[in-house]
């Protein structure tokens, strides 16, 4: 019995010693899907934007076109398939965006490392290098590195300043440019010049190859796209009619619309998969 009464009081003063010592938070990270729709969101130029506020918004528009469906025709399936399409609105708007804003960094990365190349050589230092794009960089990305200028005066830290330039981009490039800079100024080293020329140079070849792949498959993508469209656009055009929009109010018109809607998902994704072109990912976070 004392035994044990004495390790209870050991187990307690043990406990009270270590509660005066404040263990470090952890820091959340999100994984997985909401890490690459987070990714996402930053490249459409939206960060404040969370992907669970991107879910209620295509919820959200799903449920009004809906219910104004249901108002217009009083066919529920025809609703609810006009509803569907409206919930993925959001999210071919945000993928849009984000693969403008990639097509754009893509034709300026080589631009931006040989202003680096040039700072470097002419002595500046990594962090006046990089403060200097806000400047005189390409305008793409002016507005990202004057916010790395503003982060750096305000801490002093080049490391964190590095880490939120990575978050503000969320670009694979970038990554490797921070991370070439970011190892430069912690262990030093002579390579940096020809590394980042290396890199400009791999840049504008992959540039110039998917430039030429691109213009090649425009009109075929589009032309697909048009093709699973149309459908949709003369069932707009048939739900107008009462009595049209009634036929499809039945078990026939419901699976009619299903296997239709079924068709055209699978055809879609099929034609985007065949037809894209292998995108870099993010690696170096």
Request: aromatic letters at 6%; one cysteine or more; proline letters at 5%.
């Amino acid at each position: 019995m004392g035994a044990i009464s004495g390790l209870l009081l050991g187990t307690g003063l043990l406990s009270i010693w270590f509660s005066f010592f404040e263990r470090p938070a952890a820091r959340a990270t999100p994984r997985g899907w909401s890490r690459r729709t987070q990714d996402l969101l930053v490249q459409a130029g939206a960060p404040s934007v969370s992907p669970t506020s991107l879910i209620l918004t295509a919820a959200g528009l799903g449920v009004t076109v809906f219910v104004l469906g249901v108002a217009l025709t009083s066919a529920p399936p025809i609703a609810a398939c006009f509803a569907a399409i409206a919930s993925g609105a959001p999210w071919a708007l945000v993928h849009s965006r984000a693969r403008r804003r990639r097509t754009e960094l893509r034709t300026v990365w080589p631009e931006v490392v040989d202003d680096l190349v040039s700072g470097i050589r002419a002595g500046r230092s990594l962090p006046e290098a990089l403060i200097s794009l806000g400047e005189r960089g390409p305008e793409e990305v002016r507005e990202e590195f004057r916010r790395f200028a503003e982060d750096y005066r305000a801490t002093g830290r080049f490391d964190d300043a590095l880490e939120i330039l990575k978050a503000r981009l969320a670009d694979p490039v970038a990554d490797r440019i921070v991370e070439a800079l970011r190892l430069t100024s912690e262990v030093g080293g002579t390579e940096l010049g020809r590394l980042l020329r290396t890199l400009a140079q791999m840049l504008r070849e992959d540039l110039r190859t998917r430039g030429e792949l691109e213009a090649r498959q425009t009109w075929t993508v589009n032309g697909a796209r048009m093709a699973v469209a149309a459908p949709w656009l003369v069932l707009l055009l048939l739900a107008t009619r009462p009595e049209a929009a009634q036929a499809y109010d039945s078990p026939i018109g419901v699976v009619v619309l299903a296997v239709g809607a079924a068709s055209s998902a699978l055809a879609y994704w099929l034609m985007m998969r065949i037809g894209r072109l292998p995108e870099e990912q993010r690696v170096m976070r």
